[in-house]
């Protein structure tokens, strides 16, 4: 509302100083043409600062920096044009070209220098780090995930957390989606970003480099770890495979999940309960509290009954752990629990 209340402000104060100085110098029609530039200006003005608002502080900068040597620029050269002028005595430079001049090295020198300033921040980072700054990109379905804000806050992970502006992007596109579910996630993705910001000892860092020619946002991700000789956090299977084909490193919050949940060994003897079937003949399924899957040879028959399951393996993947094992060999709790089964 505040906001809403100073752009019209600026637009009123815009319009009346055009009418004003326009009636000056011409009579009450002309000078309506000035109240119409001064409001053209204003909105002008608002859509440039809406604009700016996009744009980090160091991009700024950077464009600032870029115009004022571009401007400096010009006017060495328009000084030097006029000394031989006024030695030679032959020409005389018309004004025009010095604002032609002027402008042209001004706007060089600011899309060059909000361009190039990640390149020279880059370049002096690595110099004062020594090239040991650790980059850890975050990806679209980790934020959503959640789970790395838990890792947050438990103090676990610290330091500065890269949030590309296309993720970003990606984020407010979900979240503006019309289907109601993926709508959710992207708010979810937005709301654990905000609750990462405000964990200690996390910096949330959004950087705008793009690649406009590259599409897809795992290939931007990808080129991105590139450049900055960075690291990928991620829960995406395929974005873990695409990524470590290209000599990328990636952590993933799956892997980091399935170390710290605790060790099975076989031979060690569980109490599961039959879920459901398995996809072998005679297997049953049952699950441990996190989620881990168990394949119980012979236990179909015993669906919806607790088992004793004595462990044979284990299998560990990116994508999970699955266990396998076989239904305690003891006969007399085979016939009891197929009894309790069948009841």
Known sequence: MKQL???????????????????????FPQSLIGLLLGCLTALFVIQVEQAIRKVSLRVIFGGVVGMIVGLLIAFLFAYGLNFITDIKEKYQIAPWIYALWTAV????GLVLGSKKIDELYNLFGHAQSGDNKDYR???????????????????????????????????????????SMKRSRGRRGLDILNRMQKSSG?????????????????AKLVALAKKMNGKIITNDFNLNKVAELQGIKILNVNELANALKP??????????????????????????????????????????????????????TTAGRMIFSELKDIVGDKKALGNGARQ
């Open 5 to 27: 209340i100073v752009r019209f402000l600026l637009v009123l104060a815009c319009s009346i100083s055009g009418y004003f100085i326009a009636n000056n110098y011409y009579d």
């Open 105 to 108: 090295m001004g706007y060089l």
């Open 137 to 179: 990109i975050l990806d679209t379905s980790t934020i959503i995930d959640g789970r790395l804000a838990d890792i947050c806050d438990t103090g676990f992970l610290e330091g500065s957390l890269i949030v590309p502006r296309f993720v970003l992007d990606e984020l407010q596109y979900i979240a503006d989606s019309s289907d």
């Open 202 to 218: 996390i910096t949330i860092e959004i950087v705008d480099q793009d690649f406009p020619r590259i599409k897809s946002v795992d």
């Open 263 to 316: 060790v099975v060994l076989p031979g060690e003897v569980m109490t599961v309960k039959i879920i459901k079937e398995g996809k072998e003949a005679g297997q049953g399924v049952a699950y441990l509290d996190d989620g881990t899957m168990i394949v119980v040879d012979n236990a179909q028959k015993y669906q919806g009954a607790t088992v004793e399951a004595l462990v044979t393996s284990v299998l560990q």
